[in-house]
């Protein structure tokens, strides 16, 4: 046993039952700490809390493919409205290479700007978000008055 599984025995040695069943039951512990944290549970005679995450359970998220390209854009600002703009429409994005970009902007056309990308699942919905926003479908009135239809 290495030191550092040595000092999680110490630490969940030290806790109160009430302290160390509720760490148990968290979703915050590593696969090392929950099961050194479950033993000392277990020695000490107590329940385990329903449920116990063992195997990292919340890992188990439908896996939506790799990241795929949608865009490029050798200004990130517009690369960031892009995002913000699926991601208000519930399609998560994420930019990439916006800092190298913006801290050398000669690179910028080499290295194809900077890139939205999305889950390979969801490109056909950011594709369909990103013609609206390219018609200006998405565009806020100028007048100030965000309720207003845009016309």
């Not at 913006?102 to 000669?106: D, E, K, P």
């Given at each position: 046993?290495?030191?550092?599984?040595?000092?999680?025995?110490?630490?969940?040695?030290?806790?109160?039952?009430?302290?160390?069943?509720?760490?148990?039951?968290?979703?915050?512990?590593?696969?090392?700490?929950?099961?050194?944290?479950?033993?000392?549970?277990?020695?000490?005679?107590?329940?385990?809390?329903?449920?116990?995450?063992?195997?990292?359970?919340?890992?188990?998220?439908?896996?939506?493919?790799?990241?795929?390209?949608?865009?490029?854009?050798?200004?990130?600002?517009?690369?960031?409205?892009?995002?913000?703009?699926?991601?208000?429409a519930g399609v998560p994005a994420v930019v990439a290479d916006a800092n190298l970009v913006?801290?050398?902007?000669?690179w910028a056309i080499a290295i194809g700007g900077a890139r939205v990308l999305v889950r390979a699942?969801?490109?056909?919905?950011?594709?369909?978000?990103?013609?609206?926003?390219?018609?200006?479908?998405?565009?806020?009135?100028?007048?100030?008055?965000?309720?207003?239809?845009?016309?």
């Open positions: 046993m290495d030191t550092d599984q040595l000092d999680l025995t110490r630490h969940f040695q030290e806790m109160s039952d009430e302290e160390l069943i509720r760490r148990c039951g968290s979703d915050t512990l590593t696969e090392i700490a929950q099961s050194i944290a479950i033993k000392e549970l277990t020695s000490r005679g107590l329940q385990l809390p329903e449920p116990v995450n063992t195997a990292h359970e919340s890992a188990k998220e439908e896996y939506e493919g790799d990241f795929e390209t949608v865009a490029r854009f050798l200004n990130p600002t517009d690369a960031h409205l892009l995002r913000a703009c699926l991601d208000a913006q801290t050398n902007s000669l699942s969801r490109v056909a919905e950011a594709k369909e978000i990103i013609e609206a926003f390219g018609r200006d479908d998405l565009a806020l009135p100028d007048d100030g008055d965000p309720h207003r239809e845009v016309e």
